[in-house]
């Protein structure tokens, strides 16, 4: 998958790095997160895409919150994304998803959702 997240063409390297550092020195016990909609998606944007995450929450009551701000109902689905087009399972932790897929560039964790696997 090669799409780009809307915060990272917006906000200049530098200004990420030093947000995202102020961050987990701040809050050592929680990752920051964006979180945007994936292009090509029926799926409405969030009002805010930046998440200060608790790093023992798992990924499905990350992807309950998600859903909580969209307003979808249970019965649909709904997939996080990483950068890369893996999608993240539900029993991880975000400090597990974080360590692994984390942006090496600017420490920022990028997550797409989307209510369907297909991309194009």
Known sequence: MKADFKYKTEVKLEERK???NRILNQY???MPVI?????????????KTKYLVPGDMTVANFQFLIRK???????????LITKKGITITGDKTMRE?????KDREDNFLYLFYASELTWG
């Open 18 to 20: 030093n947000e995202a």
């Open 28 to 30: 050592p016990n929680r």
């Open 35 to 47: 979180c945007e909609v994936a292009p090509n998606t029926n799926l409405p944007p969030l009002n």
């Open 69 to 79: 701000h969209i307003d979808l109902n249970e019965l649909s689905a709904l997939y």
């Open 97 to 101: 998803i974080y360590n692994i897929h």
